[in-house]
């Protein structure tokens, strides 16, 4: 784990394999491989690996350059990207002299700037009440109880933990659990487990509902993923 820091200039973070989570003040991501996150300058961060994780970092002054995210954000990194980052990293010094390397890294700034966004994060609850059932979600994920259920369970009606859910984080209830499961799913799949085991764990009800959410957020299967990593 690499505890919470920050830089003075922008940070990409790019895993290679495995599975990484990045967590801010404000949202937390967890990163399949082929995908990066973008974080802005002076933006508190901790970074935490699982399973047989490897990244990079490439470490960018925004000055003077236009179109580079302002917040921080995942990334889906195309295979030309890809390739790109991992050969600036094996450059020499002796590269320097050449201007190869500065040649290259403006060849991936205009990729970056092309990069398709990810919408892919699990927002922190700041409300007392929702946290409570947020952090029971993580923390029991195949729990199946209702939005009513969870509602009474912190003594408020189901309209009101509604729009808690909301107003505080910007999804809704049926929205974060399957965010929850999925993030869960990603740190479980990254240390080797089967599909099945992790589909079962996080709570969906059969295979196919979990092989089917988890390509309509990331664009492939579990194994075709881990698979390619």
Known sequence: MIDWH??????????????????????????????????????????????????RNLYVSTDGYQQLPEKSCVLNVSPLLRELILHLAVLTKETEKTGEAERLFLVILDQLKRANEMIFHLPMATDVRLKRVCENILERPDDNRTLAEWAAHINISSRSLS???????????????????????????????????????????????????????????????????
């Open 163 to 229: 729009r808690l859910f909301r107003k505080d984080i910007g999804l809704s209830f049926v929205e974060y659990r399957q965010q929850a499961r999925l993030f869960l799913a990603l740190k479980r799949l990254a240390k080797g487990l089967p599909v099945t085991t992790v589909a079962m764990e996080v709570g969906f009800s059969s295979l196919s509902a979990f092989n089917n959410l988890f390509k309509k957020s990331f664009g492939q299967t579990p194994g075709h993923i881990f698979d390619a990593s």
């Open 6 to 55: 920050h830089h003075d200039f922008a940070q990409l973070v790019y895993a290679c394999s495995g599975v990484m989570t990045v967590e801010t003040v404000d949202n937390h991501w967890v990163v399949p491989p082929q995908r990066a996150v973008w974080i802005p300058p002076h933006i508190d961060h901790k970074v935490t690996m699982y399973g047989q994780a490897e990244m």
